[in-house]
């Protein structure tokens, strides 16, 4: 079984461009993202919100329990407008899977 924290080093390192389907299958079959105020609904979902995303680079700053999931900060940069950006990762889970990710901004 996976440890919550574990999957989400996973994600992290998952999220350069070329590991959507691996990074897909860290998520349930009916996981939600919450990103920039639009939801991603399921594998698929996830898939398409994913595919498009530039080479960034995630700096993980911290990592902590957040009720029954995970709350990272992380900064995020490369080039795009206002970069870099710390952003907040709330992880829920289901067993061995990351079953919700609410992205917002820190602040």
Same mark, same amino acid.
């Given at each position: 079984?996976?440890?919550?924290?574990?999957? !989400?080093? %996973?994600?992290? =390192?998952?999220? =350069?461009?070329?590991?959507? $389907?691996?990074?897909?299958?860290?998520?349930?079959? $009916?996981? !939600? @993202? =919450? $990103?920039?105020?639009?939801?991603? %609904?399921?594998?698929?979902?996830?898939?398409?919100?994913?595919?498009?995303?530039?080479? !960034?680079?995630?700096?993980?700053?911290?990592?902590?329990?957040?009720?029954?999931?995970?709350?990272?900060?992380? %900064?995020?940069?490369?080039?795009?407008?206002?970069?870099?950006? @710390?952003?907040?990762?709330?992880?829920?889970?289901?067993?061995?899977?990351?079953?919700?990710?609410?992205?917002?901004? =820190?602040?």
């Amino acid at each position: 079984m996976t440890a919550p924290h574990d999957l !989400v080093d %996973r994600y992290f =390192a998952l999220s =350069a461009p070329g590991h959507v $389907d691996e990074l897909v299958a860290l998520f349930t079959p $009916d996981a !939600v @993202v =919450a $990103d920039d105020g639009h939801e991603h %609904r399921g594998s698929e979902g996830i898939r398409r919100w994913r595919a498009p995303v530039p080479a !960034v680079q995630h700096d993980v700053l911290e990592t902590g329990p957040d009720g029954d999931g995970l709350l990272s900060r992380v %900064r995020i940069s490369g080039d795009f407008p206002g970069s870099p950006v @710390v952003l907040l990762f709330r992880f829920g889970f289901a067993g061995p899977l990351i079953e919700s990710l609410h992205i917002r901004p =820190a602040g």
